[in-house]
């Protein structure tokens, strides 16, 4: 996917990401990107005292959801980046366990638009789940926001209900059998569901 920011904003948002990270971190690097499973959700609570709590209501003001449904969306989005074995940002977290700034804007800013984000609230948003991504860590981030498989029986359809923006972006990552799309939803049924 191509890069929504010309390279002098992806420094500008980068520089912006590193310095909420030292603000967050400045306590001491004993809990960044570690985060345990019930303090990953919970540090995601905007009305908290917790250390993400201003990216927490950041995303809440961007979204209009609160902030651990939205980043679960993100994750089922950029889960091939971000949480598989192969993905670019899993293998830096893999070998660093830390991720570059420059990365996380440059991979998180596609998927954002697809999501139907622009202009400078896309910009505050890659912020905001950059800090928190980095700050909680991908492995937490990966098991903690992952939601559960809802298991189909064959000949089942699934019916998926997004804004037509991230409908292609689904379409990239699900291989379609046959595909109907209506007005603000779509149903695809995968060669294992017929």
């Known amino acids: 996917m191509a890069n929504p920011f010309p390279p002098e904003t992806v420094q500008s948002l ?3 990401i ?4 030292s603000v967050l ?13 019930s303090s990953a959700q919970r540090s995601l609570d905007p009305e908290s005292t917790s250390p993400l709590a201003v990216q927490a209501a950041e995303i809440e003001r961007i979204t209009q959801e609160k902030p651990v449904r939205f980043l679960k969306k993100f994750r089922r989005a950029a889960k091939q980046d971000i ?3 192969d993905g670019v940002l899993n293998a830096q977290w893999k070998k ?7 990365d996380v804007v440059k991979s ?7 999501m139907g984000f622009s202009g400078v609230l896309l910009e505050s948003l890659v912020v905001a789940v950059g800090v928190t991504v ?3 860590g991908l492995v937490a981030f990966c098991e903690d926001l992952e939601e559960e498989a809802t298991e189909t029986t064959a000949g089942e359809s699934i019916v998926v209900n997004f804004p037509r923006s991230y409908q292609a972006l689904l379409l990239l990552h699900y291989p379609v059998k046959r595909f ?11 060669e294992q569901h017929l």
Request: glycine share 8%; hydrophobic share 35%.
């Open 83 to 85: 949480c598989e074995e």
């Open 134 to 136: 980095i700050h909680i």
């Open 25 to 37: 971190s400045a306590g001491g690097r004993e809990s960044y990107g570690v985060s345990t499973s």
């Open 180 to 190: 109907a799309a209506c007005s603000a939803s779509f149903e695809y049924v995968t």
């Open 14 to 16: 980068a520089d912006r």
């Open 18 to 21: 590193d310095a909420q990270i």
């Open 96 to 102: 660093w366990k830390d991720l570059a700034s420059e």
């Open 108 to 114: 998180f800013g596609p998927y954002l638009v697809a």
